[in-house]
């Protein structure tokens, strides 16, 4: 079947994007790792001895940058619901995060374990309605807060993708309300056109405070 112009661009311009070339060239699954790194850098999210949870980690990029910063101890977490080749020194979780019972699973691993940071990158697969879009990113989001808030030790990070749009604001104050400190980051490797961008917030203070968390 032949490709659409549309499709043939695409390609085109992703085959000659830089940070796909430096991921190839060093090793990496996918150029969102430098996102993930270029945050790192900027705010000291990652060290040894780490409990770290990445969620919509296929195709494994964070996870390869996760347990790179880990060093020999502590300990990554990887899950999606697409398969994902392994990563060595990573559980890999398979399943739905949005279904009760790859919750439980992703909370058995973890063993009532505490955790020092989680890091999410999920999103939907795009339908081009945007108000569809938005509310799909959103729920990811809040799924995501919701499980940090059950796992992390007082103290804790978390950075989620989110794309600026109707609910944001909102989305940003509840986690105000739960962590000491909240900013918004749009990595370099974010390509400019692209409505995302990740809230990080450090500080974790130990107990939720929003009636917004939507899953126990």
Same mark, same amino acid.
């Given at each position: 079947? /032949?490709?659409?112009?549309?499709?043939?661009?695409?390609?085109?311009?992703?085959?000659? %994007?830089?940070?796909?070339?430096?991921? *190839?060239?060093?090793?990496?699954?996918?150029?969102?790792?430098?996102?993930?790194? $270029?945050?790192?850098?900027?705010?000291?999210?990652?060290?040894?001895?780490?409990?770290? =949870?990445? !969620?919509?980690?296929?195709?494994?990029?964070?996870?390869?940058?996760?347990?790179?910063?880990?060093?020999?101890?502590? +300990?990554?977490? /990887?899950?999606?619901?697409? &398969?994902?080749?392994?990563?060595?020194?990573? $559980?890999?979780?398979?399943?739905?995060? #949005?279904?009760?019972?790859? !919750?439980?699973?992703?909370?058995?691993?973890?063993?009532?374990?505490?955790? %020092?940071?989680?890091?999410?990158?999920? /999103?939907?697969?795009?339908?081009?309605?945007? =108000?569809? %879009?938005?509310?799909? =990113?959103?729920?990811?989001?809040?799924?995501?807060? %919701?499980?940090?808030?059950?796992?992390?030790? &007082?103290?804790?990070?978390?950075? =989620?993708?989110?794309?600026?749009? +109707?609910?944001?604001?909102?989305?940003?104050?509840?986690?105000?309300?739960?962590?000491?400190?909240?900013?918004?980051?749009?990595?370099?490797?974010? +390509?400019?056109?692209? /409505? $995302?961008?990740?809230?990080?917030? #450090?500080?974790?203070?130990?107990?939720?405070? #929003?009636?917004?968390?939507?899953? *126990?």
């Amino acid at each position: 079947m /032949a490709r659409s112009k549309t499709s043939n661009a695409w390609l085109a311009e992703h085959f000659s %994007d830089e940070f796909v070339k430096r991921a *190839r060239k060093e090793g990496y699954r996918g150029r969102a790792v430098y996102k993930l790194k $270029e945050i790192d850098k900027r705010d000291r999210l990652l060290g040894p001895g780490m409990t770290v =949870v990445d !969620l919509g980690a296929a195709p494994g990029a964070w996870s390869q940058y996760a347990r790179e910063r880990l060093g020999r101890s502590g +300990r990554v977490i /990887a899950l999606d619901i697409l &398969p994902m080749e392994a990563v060595p020194q990573v $559980e890999v979780l398979e399943g739905d995060f #949005t279904e009760d019972a790859t !919750l439980k699973a992703l909370l058995d691993a973890l063993g009532g374990r505490p955790v %020092d940071l989680v890091i999410s990158d999920m /999103a939907p697969n795009i339908s081009g309605v945007d =108000v569809a %879009d938005q509310a799909r =990113v959103m729920y990811l989001a809040e799924l995501a807060l %919701d499980f940090s808030v059950q796992v992390l030790k &007082p103290g804790g990070a978390f950075l =989620v993708k989110i794309f600026q749009g +109707r609910g944001f604001n909102e989305l940003y104050k509840v986690i105000q309300g739960n962590f000491a400190r909240v900013v918004s980051r749009k990595p370099k490797a974010s +390509r400019p056109r692209s /409505a $995302e961008s990740y809230i990080l917030a #450090t500080g974790f203070r130990g107990q939720a405070s #929003t009636s917004r968390i939507i899953r *126990r």
